[in-house]
C-alpha cells in the first residue's frame, strides 16, 4: 500500500533553516511528482511546490521563491524540503502529498504524509 | 493567484440531513476543481476530482457539481464520521489553491 512517512518535528529559531523528508513506498517513486503544502495552527492549506522525483525538476510558488528547495534520493525514494530564512509565520504543519495521475504536472493529491510540524521560536 | 471562497465557514446539522458546501473562483477553472476532506490532527483526504468525480474508496453520499467559478460539494446524508472540515481547491491556474475550510459539526 502506498505510504509517505515523514521526519519528525522540528524547532527552530528565526533566520534558521529546515529540512524535512517524506520516505515514499508501495508505488514506483519516480512515477508520481511529490508536491508538499502546508496548514499554520487553525488555519487553511497552502501550496508549496513539487518536485519530479524521476528528473528532479521543480516548480515553486512564488511566495516561497528563493527559500524553498525540493529535492530528492532516488535510491531512498525519499524527497526533502528545505525551507531557509525561518520566520514565525512560518510555523506550521508541513506535508508530503503525492500527484495521483503519473507522470505529469497533476495537481490531484490522492495520499498523504503524516505531517510535519515545524515550530519557529526564538 | 485565483481566490476560492468557501461558504458558510462553519454548520450545525444533524445526522441524516443533506449538507451543501459552496466554493466559488475569482475566476474561471473550468472543472479543475477537487474537494478533501480533513479531519482533526490528520491529513486531508482527496474526495472528489475533477469538480464531479468521486476518489476510488471514497462514500457516495458524497458528490460535487459545478463548472467556470462556481462548485457545490454535497453530503447527501450526514453521518458522525463526516465530521470534520472541507477545502476546495483548484488547480487550473498555478499555484494551486485552496478555499478556507467549512468546518461540519453534528
Known amino acids: 500500500q502506498v505510504q509517505l512517512v515523514q521526519s519528525g518535528a522540528e524547532v527552530r529559531k528565526p533566520g534558521a533553516s529546515v529540512k524535512i523528508s517524506c520516505r515514499a513506498s508501495g508505488y514506483s517513486f519516480t512515477s508520481h511528482y511529490m508536491h508538499w503544502v502546508r496548514q499554520a495552527p487553525g488555519q487553511g492549506l497552502e501550496w508549496m511546490g513539487v518536485i519530479n522525483p524521476s528528473g528532479g525538476s521543480t516548480s515553486y510558488a512564488q511566495k516561497f521563491q528563493g527559500r524553498v528547495t525540493l529535492t530528492r534520493g532516488t535510491s531512498t525514494s525519499t524527497v526533502y524540503m528545505e525551507l531557509s530564512g525561518l520566520r514565525s509565520e512560518d510555523t506550521a504543519v508541513y506535508y508530503c502529498?503525492?500527484?495521483?495521475?503519473?507522470?505529469?504536472?497533476?495537481?490531484?493529491?490522492?495520499?498523504w504524509g503524516q505531517g510535519t510540524l515545524v515550530t519557529v521560536s526564538s | 493567484d485565483i481566490q476560492m471562497t468557501q461558504s458558510p465557514s462553519s454548520l450545525s446539522a444533524s445526522v441524516g440531513d443533506r449538507v451543501t458546501i459552496t466554493c466559488q473562483a475569482s475566476q474561471d477553472i473550468s472543472e479543475y476543481l477537487n474537494w478533501y476532506q480533513q479531519k482533526p490532527g490528520k491529513a486531508p483526504n482527496l474526495l472528489i476530482y475533477?469538480?464531479?468525480n468521486l476518489q476510488s474508496g471514497v462514500t457516495s453520499r458524497f458528490s460535487g457539481s459545478g463548472s467556470g467559478t462556481d462548485f457545490t460539494f454535497t453530503i447527501s446524508s450526514l453521518q458522525p464520521e463526516d465530521i470534520a472540515t472541507y477545502y476546495c481547491?483548484?488547480?487550473?491556474?498555478?499555484?494551486?489553491?485552496f478555499g478556507g475550510g467549512t468546518k461540519v459539526e453534528i
Open positions: 481547491q483548484q488547480y487550473d491556474h498555478l499555484p494551486p489553491t
Open positions: 475533477d469538480a464531479s
Open positions: 502529498a503525492r500527484a495521483q495521475a503519473p507522470y505529469n504536472w497533476n495537481y490531484q493529491f490522492d495520499f
